[in-house]
């Protein structure tokens, strides 16, 4: 076992909670539905800018399990967006190597929005200058729960680890916008060593920059993963 750490300072697996469409759009006098637009143009910037910034893995939440607990017609527009965003997306997607996934339920997604995934996943499958991983009724403790059921008896921490992060591996660094200081139920296992970055930036509002600053702030720390600094040992 190592006493000290191996300091690894990029972040390779970044995630985002994309807080604060909705207090965007009421500074402004606009409905819900234009914040949660302004949230998808910032989307788009970080996607492009992130493999400029090493990171190999964006986890983004787009949609909580809980979510489903907001008024029939913001949760109409929210899907018709992840729609429109799939069809818009998919071709600069393809051409930018970025592999889409989405994690998440889908039994309870409309049969078309199903389709427009599993197109946009075909498409983009050998993209390889960014996974980007969006969260769609998502609940880090169901997808926990199912993989522990899927292992049955060779369950541990270790085929655990394996099944839920695979090839992205833990999360590095996790951005929450808005003010908010919560992890609502998003990838709980895979944070277990996250470093986190709470801004109060509102989504629609966060810029290449802001992702800049936040790896800054990421590089500066200091991770031991329970052993001590090396200058210590
Ligand atoms: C949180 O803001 C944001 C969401 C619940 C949805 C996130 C969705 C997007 C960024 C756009 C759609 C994404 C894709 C991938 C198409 P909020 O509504 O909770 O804002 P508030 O807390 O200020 O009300």
Known sequence: MQSTCDSKQNADHVAIIMDGNGRWARAQNLPRSA???????????????????????????????????????????????FGEFLDAETEDLVRDGVRLSIIGRRDRLSPALV????????????????????????????????????????????????????EDGDVD???????????SDFLLWECAYAEFVFTPRLWPDFTEADLAGALADF????????AIPAEAA
Do not use: K
């Open 173 to 183: 660094l996790l951005i929450r916008t808005a003010g908010e200081r919560r992890l």
């Open 35 to 81: 914040g949660h637009r302004a949230g998808i143009d910032a989307l788009r910037r970080i996607v492009r800018a992130a493999p400029g910034h090493g990171i190999r893995t964006l986890t983004v939440f787009a949609f909580s399990a809980d979510n489903w607990r907001r008024p029939a017609n913001e949760v109409a527009i929210l899907m018709q967006l």
């Open 115 to 166: 389709a427009e995934i599993e197109r946009s996943e075909q498409a983009t499958q050998f993209g390889d200058a960014l996974h980007l991983r969006v969260a769609v009724d998502y609940s880090a403790r169901a997808a926990i729960a199912d993989a522990a059921r899927a292992l049955g008896p060779n369950v541990s921490e270790e085929n655990l680890t394996a099944t839920l992060t695979g």
């Open 219 to 226: 590089g500066a720390r200091n991770r031991t993963f329970g």
